[in-house]
């Protein structure tokens, strides 16, 4: 069972583990710096489609498959999901014919960490035997959802951020491989009062803050404690903005302080302003990137740093001001306990 350590960390002495991972993207994905370790790329933005909308819960779709198709036959007890439209239609769209228990989350952007969190703790209760958690989202249909439709042609401001076209699913098992997930922070609701809904970066950094000092303060560990730290697309201002609100607290990142919405793009050359973001975004990434590199041997330590805007079309039309979260979960490649 799960070990409380300090206020707002979990210690997971089962230890689950990752069987299996996958990623799907759209073309401006594929054509950035990961586009080697996706398991499909797709062309067409509209997933044979007729709609952005039905396009997102087709691509999640394929994205279970295969990551489904990598797991060697195992069928998950749970699917643990969501995405950015209203009542998270995509993903339940994506599981309805599938026949597997489903929890819907909400986390927006920090969805696939809390998904990866939640999986976690309900294998190392022993109350589930496997779990995948998955998340993704579409940037015609979240430009639809939050601004304005493609056709009005709206201008992005510098400190935009571009929505990924991208899923990402992760199986969990109790008696898991290599990868295993060993701590969950959870992350505190915090609002900086940015209103501004072209700045995602700037409204989750202090989310980011307050989870990985909580992190830090509980576990006794630092950023010397980890190969790597990644944080779920804050996008270059966000990603710059944390640095410093870092190192006024006397920690020094360096090189290993990296942010999934900097990494999926090549910022000087597919003008996406400063940087992805979106529910597919740190999903991409970690299915991609972050967990094969590990199986490779590249990082055997990592804290996945998923960060949330907490904010919906109505709120901002009211004035109200962007609250963010971030939920932080240890990843671990090595022999199980």
Same mark, same amino acid.
């Not at 087709?58 to 969501?82: E, F, N, S």
């Not at 201008?155 to 109790?174: D, F, H, K, N």
């Not at 701590?183 to 950094?205: E, I, K, L, S, Y």
């Not at 330590?301 to 004035?319: H, I, K, N």
């Given at each position: 069972?799960?070990?409380?350590?300090?206020? @707002?960390?979990?210690?997971?002495?089962?230890?689950?583990?990752?069987?299996?991972?996958?990623?799907?993207?759209?073309?401006?994905?594929?054509?950035?710096?990961?586009?080697?370790?996706?398991?499909?790329?797709?062309?067409?933005?509209?997933?044979?489609?007729?709609? &952005?909308?039905?396009?997102?819960?087709? /691509?999640?779709? @394929?994205?279970?498959?295969?990551?489904?198709?990598?797991?060697?036959?195992?069928?998950?007890?749970? !699917?643990?999901?969501?995405?950015?439209?209203?009542?998270?239609?995509?993903?339940?769209?994506?599981?309805?014919?599938?026949? !597997?228990?489903?929890?819907?989350?909400?986390?927006?952007?920090?969805? /696939?960490?809390?998904?990866?969190?939640?999986?976690?703790?309900?294998?190392?209760?022993?109350?589930?035997?496997?779990?995948?958690?998955?998340?993704?989202?579409?940037?015609?249909?979240?430009?639809?959802?939050?601004?304005?439709?493609?056709?009005?042609?709206?201008?992005?401001?510098?400190?935009?951020? &571009?929505?990924?076209?991208?899923? +990402?699913?992760?199986?969990?098992?109790?008696?898991?491989?290599?990868?295993? *997930?060993?701590?969950?922070?959870?992350?505190?609701?915090?609002?900086?009062?940015?209103?501004?809904?072209?700045? /995602?970066?700037?409204?989750?950094?202090?989310?980011?803050?307050?989870?990985?000092?909580?992190?830090?303060?509980?576990?006794?560990?630092?950023?010397?404690?980890?190969?790597?730290?990644?944080?779920?697309?804050?996008?270059? %201002?966000?990603?710059? !903005?944390?640095?410093?609100?870092?190192?006024?607290?006397?920690?020094?990142?360096?090189?290993?302080?990296?942010?999934?919405?900097?990494? !999926?793009?090549?910022?000087?050359?597919?003008?996406?302003?400063?940087?992805?973001?979106?529910?597919?975004?740190?999903?991409? %990434?970690?299915?991609?990137? *972050?967990?094969?590199? /590990?199986? @490779?041997?590249? &990082?055997? @330590?990592?804290?996945?740093?998923?960060?949330?805007?907490?904010?919906?079309?109505?709120?901002?039309?009211?004035?109200?001001? *962007?609250? +963010?979260?971030?939920?932080?979960?240890?990843?671990?490649?090595?022999?199980?306990?």
């Amino acid at each position: 069972m799960a070990k409380r350590i300090g206020k @707002r960390t979990l210690a997971l002495p089962e230890r689950p583990g990752v069987l299996a991972c996958a990623s799907v993207v759209g073309g401006k994905e594929g054509a950035g710096p990961l586009k080697k370790g996706f398991d499909e790329v797709s062309a067409d933005s509209y997933f044979g489609q007729d709609s &952005w909308e039905k396009a997102e819960t087709t /691509m999640l779709g @394929r994205c279970l498959d295969h990551c489904l198709q990598k797991a060697d036959g195992v069928k998950p007890d749970c !699917i643990l999901g969501g995405d950015l439209l209203n009542q998270c239609v995509s993903s339940a769209f994506a599981v309805k014919e599938r026949g !597997i228990p489903y929890l819907g989350l909400y986390g927006a952007c920090s969805t /696939m960490a809390e998904g990866l969190a939640l999986a976690a703790l309900l294998l190392d209760g022993g109350g589930l035997s496997s779990a995948l958690a998955f998340t993704g989202s579409h940037f015609c249909a979240a430009e639809r959802q939050y601004r304005f439709p493609l056709e009005y042609g709206g201008q992005r401001t510098p400190s935009s951020q &571009w929505t990924v076209t991208g899923a +990402g699913a992760v199986l969990l098992a109790r008696d898991g491989g290599a990868l295993n *997930i060993t701590h969950v922070t959870t992350g505190r609701v915090v609002d900086a009062g940015v209103t501004d809904a072209n700045n /995602m970066g700037a409204a989750m950094a202090p989310a980011a803050h307050d989870t990985l000092l909580a992190h830090f303060d509980d576990t006794g560990r630092d950023f010397d404690d980890y190969d790597a730290v990644f944080t779920g697309d804050l996008g270059a %201002v966000g990603h710059d !903005i944390l640095q410093d609100l870092l190192q006024k607290d006397g920690l020094s990142p360096g090189l290993k302080y990296l942010d999934c919405g900097v990494l !999926i793009y090549d910022l000087l050359t597919q003008d996406v302003h400063a940087g992805g973001s979106g529910c597919g975004c740190s999903a991409a %990434v970690l299915c991609a990137h *972050i967990l094969p590199a /590990m199986e @490779r041997g590249v &990082w055997r @330590r990592v804290l996945f740093a998923g960060t949330g805007a907490l904010m919906s079309p109505l709120t901002c039309q009211q004035g109200c001001s *962007i609250p +963010g979260v971030c939920h932080a979960v240890t990843i671990e490649r090595g022999e199980r306990a």
